[in-house]
């Protein structure tokens, strides 16, 4: 079953071009529907009705496997077999937010994203670095970021500024780990100088 009807409602299609413009690598059309009525529809679906067409699916289904009550570890099997499908920023940085750390789940989601930075494919690894960022405060600082900053790629944009993001979080919890900068690539290293000039939160270079 294809999710047309369910999004018909819903459908935005200045939404739709607007999102487009800022990502270029989707492998799937966009439908044009918003985050949070991806959300809302996430909580009332079993994705498992549904197969995957347009852009804003994998985002539904990533947050409705999140968002079940599966226990962790079949959380992350259901989670592997979205991870072909993903193609862009927006749908990482939207799946992630469903899969937090919790005292009952930290050490199977840290094990499997971490695993993610080894991974070839632009997006998953990605996935993982931005996971990695989101949850820093849960996870042992140093260990992490010389993770995340072994995983830089500077010929892969959606690495390099997903590295550079990540770094500028660490950086305004900590402006003492600036030293950090020197192992980043030369690209990396620009795009998380100017991330950090540009964030309100981090002290000046």
Known sequence: M????????????????????LSTSDTLPRIGIRVPILRKLAK????????IKWHEDVMLIGLAIGGSKLSPEEKIEELKGLLPYLSAWDQTDIILTVF????????????????????????PKR???????????????????????????ENEYYISIAVAWAFSFFY???????SYLDKLS??????????IRESRRCEPL
Not at 44 to 49: K, L, P, Q, V, Y
């Open 100 to 123: 937090k750390i919790k005292k009952k789940n930290k050490d199977v989601y840290t094990q499997f994203f971490s695993s993610l930075l080894e991974d070839e494919r632009i997006f």
């Open 172 to 178: 305004a919890d900590d402006p003492s780990i600036k």
């Open 127 to 153: 996935l993982g670095i931005v996971w990695l960022m989101s949850n820093r405060k849960e996870l042992d600082r140093d260990k992490t970021l010389e993770m995340i900053i072994n995983s830089d790629d």
């Open 186 to 195: 030369p690209k990396t290293r620009k795009l998380a100088e100017r991330k």
């Open 2 to 21: 294809v999710t047309d009807s369910l999004y018909a409602p819903y459908v935005d299609e200045k939404y739709r071009d607007f999102t487009s413009r």
């Open 44 to 51: 009332e679906i079993d994705w498992r009705d549904y197969e």
